[in-house]
């Protein structure tokens, strides 16, 4: 796997604050622990990280991969996490 475009997150952005408090407890609970996975040397395989065109990127998690976390990342190496939902929340957003 390539290296991760990012060495650091911020999930302070209003958006994804508003939407991480619109979770269920348990998804709430996830989306911590993947945004905790985020810190690691490696992005573990589980999430499926996906690079998309120009500045939006995404993982997947959850039982079935029922969430999708998405952010954008600046030339610094922070990734700017954006929205976090069902695939159905972010897909319309």
Same mark, same amino acid.
């Given at each position: 796997m390539p290296p991760k475009p !990012? =060495?650091?997150i911020n999930p302070c952005v *209003?958006? !994804?604050t508003n939407c991480? +408090? +619109?979770?269920?407890p348990e998804a709430y609970e996830l989306a911590r622990q #993947?945004?905790?996975d985020l810190l690691l *040397? &490696?992005?573990p395989s589980k999430y499926n990280f996906k690079r998309g065109d120009g500045n939006s990127h995404e993982i997947t998690f959850g039982k079935?991969? &029922?969430y999708k976390m998405t952010m954008g990342i600046q030339e610094n190496g =922070? #990734?700017?996490?954006r929205r976090v939902g069902s695939h159905r929340e972010i897909d319309e957003a």
């Amino acid at each position: 796997m390539p290296p991760k475009p !990012f =060495v650091t997150i911020n999930p302070c952005v *209003p958006g !994804f604050t508003n939407c991480l +408090k +619109k979770l269920s407890p348990e998804a709430y609970e996830l989306a911590r622990q #993947a945004m905790h996975d985020l810190l690691l *040397p &490696e992005i573990p395989s589980k999430y499926n990280f996906k690079r998309g065109d120009g500045n939006s990127h995404e993982i997947t998690f959850g039982k079935n991969r &029922e969430y999708k976390m998405t952010m954008g990342i600046q030339e610094n190496g =922070v #990734a700017w996490l954006r929205r976090v939902g069902s695939h159905r929340e972010i897909d319309e957003a």
